[in-house]
């Protein structure tokens, strides 16, 4: 029995890359105590935010942690 494959749109791309977004920023948010509103709004400034919704990158496929990695690594790199 073979499977047939799919190719994942453009919209189920963008939904997990809102997904892994909201994730990672919810347990970000709670570990800085600050709201989420304002993690997000800094988070929507980044780099890493643009690279997570160009879906070429593929970073929506990874989870929170990684995408947190990523974030913490450029907030590093900045300050």
Known sequence: MTESVKEV???QKEAS????MRCMLLDFS???????????????KSKT?????????DIWKEGPE???????EELN???
């Open 9 to 11: 749109s453009s919209e």
């Open 77 to 79: 790199t900045v300050a």
């Open 49 to 57: 935010y643009d690279d997570l919704f160009d879906l070429e990158t």
């Open 17 to 20: 890359a809102i997904t892994v």
């Open 66 to 72: 990684y995408l947190r990695g990523l974030y913490e």
């Open 30 to 44: 709670e570990e800085k105590g600050i709201p989420f509103e304002q993690a997000m709004l800094a988070f929507t």
